[in-house]
């Protein structure tokens, strides 16, 4: 099992940059894929970026290519998502999830993932 808990969310001009943390208790961690989403007001959940449990492979939103970098710590159970040059559409709350297996070609898909954590809240400013 793997309970993920996010941090690192706030308030930043449009332009800025806010680095998300996600610690994952568990065991399993190592072995599990990582998957970062979002969800604005009024709006569905989105798919933002995924991790491979090596870290080897990588995946992104089309919206957040180039500007958002998803990498992980296994050593210390931990996912981060580097968001730079963060925009007003990128506000939402940011939500960690993690999946006990490959991802394989549904790494976007919300319903592949095992557990989730409460989310934290990315507001930019414009």
């Known amino acids: 099992q793997v309970q993920p808990v996010e941090s690192g969310g706030g308030l930043v001009e449009a332009g800025g940059s806010l680095r998300l943390s996600c610690a994952a208790s568990g065991r399993t961690f190592s072995s599990a894929a990582m998957g970062w989403f979002r969800q604005a007001p009024g709006k569905e959940r989105e798919f933002v970026a995924a991790?491979?449990?090596?870290?080897?492979?990588?995946y992104y939103a089309d919206s957040v290519k180039g500007r958002f970098t998803i990498s992980r710590d296994n050593a210390k159970n931990t996912v981060y998502l580097q968001m730079n040059n963060l925009k007003p559409e990128d506000t939402a709350v940011y939500y960690c999830?993690?999946?006990?297996?490959?991802?394989?070609?549904?790494?976007?898909?919300?319903?592949?993932?095992?557990?989730w954590g409460q989310g934290t809240q990315v507001t930019v400013s414009s």
């Open positions: 999830a993690a999946r006990l297996g490959p991802l394989g070609s549904r790494y976007y898909d919300s319903y592949m993932y095992d557990y």
């Open positions: 991790i491979s449990w090596t870290g080897g492979s990588t």
